[in-house]
């Protein structure tokens, strides 16, 4: 790519490294997290953490920084930071550490408009790019979006995003319409949303042949890099080169113009990363080594974040404005409080609630206190993650524009559009993070949050991360991958247990799978359609299960058919979900009540 | 001794008040350091480029792009009119000839051989700042803005709708505690910043749009009522553009909730003075709250002694806690339990136990309460 190159850093051995510093840098927290080689083994051993410094009157993100690496040092009993506020490197017996790296989220992270030529094709791939670099993306931008060339150029005027990525076209392919798209961004003069001292970044990564022709449009008036075509051919995307340049960018204007961060940097031995980017790069890793497909979520206060990968191929989503507290009333204006007050057993004022939601968004950090509050919060919290998992089936296909061939069984099946390549029912890990998941008073809250939002089918195992560090093992991937895992597996996350659902609908109380355990659970029955049942496995401990589904219940080996398979425990044990798929709740409110009273029950999910 | 962090609303008598006021782009500054302004006084000025409005004259006129520039009888810098001919084709023998008309007036900045898209620039639009605060010019930042300081009565509130607005001082309740109705409103409240009590109705804001009232400050507000005013229902906190015809400032929150004695006794005390407002919040990175801005060279009420360092949650600070089922109460810090406590919940947090001012003393987290900031 053209422009300015990051700043190189050192090359690290990994061999060498024997005390890890990592430290997130959120809008509102850092955290900082020390990872340590122990009897040969990497082991997280301590965390800490201190408000984020990037707001007056600090204004110098890297204070934030040394208060919360001096939190985990005293902690640790290991001087981290000297007495001149420098961080101690390298490590000896009992001071400092060998490598320092970070991510960031400070300042609401990486926010960016795409644009490309068809908003199904390169539109979509273009969005892809941003979003698996980490981005917000705040609008897409494209010749079929419907909106009238002035309003487009209008809506570009509005947005301030911190930079642009244009693509459009397969190579050798049409030059004009990319043409067009750059002819729109750049009469729009966009600024950059941190002041206008500096020209805006934007990447081209359209068709090559194009490449000069789009340069020209945009003169001396943007920062233009341009990188390979992400959609080289219809039937390849290569979001590589799009999104190591959004990295470098994100480093050489986003953060250098935010305050300290050309200090922290500076201090860091590899390059930073927007959190989100390096929660997709743990995950991928993960799911490549055990060979399993993976979904993560990460609920926050302002926006949701689901990652997923399916037979290797990652996507990522953000629900910008589904979050528990700044969005909390976002939520509840695109769920419906009707949706909401599904999952509340008891009779709630609605204009009380109304005005209970509008007075956590402006008091955002405040927490339940009450047993009814929390349950509403959940209660919340479950639309939320169900229609960001809705957002995110719909945005993770397959390419469009890539002819197909059909079968008459697709002809049959009345096929249309794009499938989805997330399928509940090949689900192996399903993953929480974020403040209603991680902070539950039970284990088992966190656990029915997943299951009643996510709806995995057949067997699915659940679990959590710890204390949110899978960001900081994100960047600790890049340059140490074997730490990131062993550090990962033993105690990033912590293992809620096994969901064991049917796919398919019934009537209450009919036959709906025989079940037979062995090993770390002994028992055998048959699950009636509606019910839910649990029995504790613990951590570490496995079963064997024999399922026998009813006609027109699958759980995992088709419609009917017998299924065996070996379960893992967890702090939660085993749930047999048998209340069906698309779960359903009943219409009448006092009934609806009742049901989710038994299910509590049966759950222990509250005192 | 025990202490926190919480962040508070600002309610001060008296203080030493900073406002930087910026241009969102470069342009011209019109005062100089040291110079006495007043609040509403244009102090910077720039133009934002004028619309852009593409016009695809080759697709129009039906020729190839690369064609195009015989057929055209304008240049890239010339001034276009509405319903000006722009570009002509000859057609068949002189016969079916079509030509292509400018829809808007400005001037041609572009002209593309590739797409044929023409890009007609409208009228630079003028953007103005004003110095928000009267008080004296302490900074130039130049072709940016200035730094305006005064001393002033500052009065954060929690949420606000509507952005700038300038006004005398009006109190139309007599108690903190009286809801702000259309009874309340008088016709001579043109131009006025309205001081309610508790809640204010849909009625009376309806009313005081037609009243022409500049700005309606209260406790509380329903968000039945928000939601039909502003005609949607507001999704995230980040307000400030709303175009109701007046700003509403909210010191308190949703419901039924008085305002705090603190903020009406102060408000009163400036009965008929002049005051900048601002709705503008933003509840995300970067905190902005709305606010209530009455310059003074004096304070007119003692300050409250305050030996505390802002922010820090100690035993005797005066708090409002925020989150049912103690919500809105207002007290004092009575004991900073170290240890974190076991909420009904069964979520363990850091609490506080706080002596409500109705004698009452009750524990809730440390998250659940606001530090009011004198």
């Known amino acids: 790519m053209t422009g300015v190159p990051a700043t190189p850093k050192k090359p690290i051995d990994p061999e060498s490294l024997n005390v890890i510093l990592a430290t997130d840098c959120g809008s509102t927290t850092t955290k900082a997290i020390l990872i340590e080689k122990v009897g040969g083994g990497y082991r997280q051993t301590y965390r800490g953490e201190a408000p984020t410094t990037v707001e007056e009157p600090a204004a110098d993100v890297t204070i934030g920084v040394i208060n919360a690496a001096t939190e985990v040092g005293e902690l640790a009993g290991r001087k981290l930071v000297d007495e001149n506020g420098v961080l101690v490197r390298p490590s000896n017996d009992r001071d400092g550490c060998d490598i320092y790296i970070s991510t960031s989220s400070a300042g609401g992270g990486l926010q960016m408009l795409v644009a490309g030529v068809v908003r199904e094709m390169t539109g979509a791939s273009a969005q892809r790019a941003a979003l698996g670099a980490g981005a917000i993306v705040m609008d897409v931008l494209a010749s079929n979006d419907k909106r009238k060339p002035h309003e487009q150029i209008q809506r570009i005027r509005d947005l301030r995003p911190d930079m642009i990525l244009v693509s459009g076209g397969t190579d050798g392919g049409t030059t004009s319409h990319v043409v067009q798209i750059a002819e729109l961004i750049a009469p729009a003069k966009p600024q950059p949303r941190f002041g206008g001292q500096y020209r805006m970044p934007v990447i081209y990564a359209g068709n090559k042949d194009a490449a000069h022709l789009v340069a020209d449009v945009f003169k001396n008036q943007v920062e233009l890099s341009i990188v390979d075509n992400l959609r080289p051919t219809m039937e390849r995307e290569n979001l590589g080169p799009a999104r190591d340049a959004i990295h470098d960018l994100f480093l050489e204007h986003v953060m250098a113009h935010a305050p300290g961060y050309e200090k922290l940097m500076a201090w860091a031995d590899a390059p930073i990363m927007p959190t989100p980017g390096a929660v997709g790069e743990i995950l991928q890793t993960i799911a490549k080594q055990d060979n399993i497909n993976v979904v993560g979520v990460d609920i926050g206060g302002a926006t949701t974040d689901v990652f997923s990968v399916f037979d290797g191929a990652f996507n990522r989503t953000v629900s910008a404005n589904l979050g528990m507290s700044y969005s909390i009333s976002n939520v509840c204006a695109e769920a419906t409080l009707p949706k909401i007050l599904r999952w509340v057993p008891f009779d709630c004022d609605e204009r009380e609630l109304r005005n209970r939601v509008k007075n956590k968004m402006i008091r955002p950090t405040t927490i339940p206190q009450t047993l009814d509050a929390l349950m509403f919060e959940q209660a919340v919290s479950r639309e939320a993650l169900r229609l960001a998992y809705v957002q995110h089936r719909q945005f993770a296909v397959g390419l469009s524009g890539v002819q197909k061939q059909r079968t008459v069984g697709d002809a049959f099946a009345q096929q249309t559009g794009d499938a989805s390549l997330i399928d509940n029912m090949r689900l192996d890990l399903l993953v929480a993070s974020g403040g209603v998941l991680s902070h539950a008073p039970r284990m088992v809250q966190t656990a029915m949050m997943l299951i009643d939002a996510f709806e995995p089918e057949g067997i699915t195992r659940l679990a959590k991360d710890s204390i949110f560090m899978m960001p900081h093992l994100g960047v600790l991937a890049q340059v140490h991958p074997r730490a990131a895992m062993e550090v990962f597996q033993r105690d990033c996350l912590i293992y809620l247990g096994t969901c064991i659902a049917p796919k398919g609908t019934g009537k209450p109380g009919q036959p709906c799978c025989k079940y037979q355990f062995t090993g770390g659970i002994q028992t055998q029955g048959e699950a009636k359609f509606g019910e839910l049942l649990h029995w504790p496995l613990g951590v570490g401990e496995t079963a064997t299960v024999v399922l026998e589904p009813s006609r027109g219940f699958d759980v995992g080996s088709g419609p009917g058919k017998r299924h065996e398979a070996t379960i893992h425990g967890g702090t939660v044990g085993v749930i047999f979900d048998a209340r069906g798929r698309a779960l359903t709740l009943p219409d009448n409110r006092q009934a609806c009540q009742q049901q989710v009273q038994q299910w509590n029950k049966v759950v222990e999910m509250y005192p | ?374």
């Open chain 2, 1 to 374: 001794m025990a202490q926190g962090y919480t962040p508070g609303l600002k309610v001060t008598p008296w203080t030493h008040w900073r406002c930087r006021r910026v241009l969102p782009i470069p342009g011209e500054v019109r005062v100089a350091a040291g110079a006495k302004v007043q609040a509403e006084e244009v102090i910077a000025e720039t133009a934002m480029p004028g619309d852009a409005t593409p016009v695809n004259v080759a697709k129009l006129l039906g020729v190839p792009a690369g064609e195009l520039a015989k057929h055209l009888l304008i240049k890239v810098g010339d001034t276009v009119t509405v319903g000006q001919v722009v570009a002509q084709s000859k057609g068949l023998f002189g016969l079916f000839s079509s030509e292509v008309k400018s829809p808007v007036a400005g001037t041609v900045e572009s002209i593309s051989t590739v797409t044929g898209m023409m890009i007609v620039r409208g009228e630079p639009l003028r953007v103005q700042v004003r110095a928000y605060l009267t008080g004296t010019v302490t900074e130039v930042l130049p072709r940016e803005g200035a730094v305006i300081e005064a001393g002033a009565a500052v009065i954060q509130g929690i949420f606000g709708i509507g952005g700038e607005a300038y006004g005398v001082i009006h109190p139309v309740c007599s108690a903190p505690d009286q809801d702000l109705n259309e009874d309340r409103l008088t016709d001579d409240l043109r131009g006025k910043i309205v001081i309610g009590g508790q809640r204010v109705t849909q009625g009376a804001i309806r009313k005081a749009q037609q009243l022409g009232v500049a700005a309606v400050v209260t406790g509380g507000i329903d968000d039945q009522d928000l939601r039909e005013i502003l005609g949607y229902d507001l999704g995230v906190a980040i307000t400030g553009h709303e175009n109701i015809g007046l700003t509403i400032i909210i010191t308190e929150g949703f419901g039924d909730i008085a305002m705090a004695h603190r903020t009406f006794d102060l408000l009163r005390r400036h009965v008929g003075q002049r005051a900048s407002v601002n709705g503008t919040t933003q509840i995300r990175a970067g905190v902005l709250r709305p606010e209530i801005l009455i310059p003074c060279e004096t304070p007119l009420m003692k300050p409250h002694e305050q030996t505390r360092e802002e922010g820090q949650l100690v035993v005797g600070a005066p708090v409002r806690v925020i989150r049912e089922p103690e919500f809105g109460s207002l007290g004092t810090v009575a004991t900073l339990p170290s240890e974190p406590a076991l909420l009904a919940s069964e979520s363990k947090a850091r609490v506080v136990t706080v002596k409500l001012s109705r004698g009452e003393t009750v524990t809730v987290p440390r998250a659940n309460v606001e530090l009011i900031e004198g």
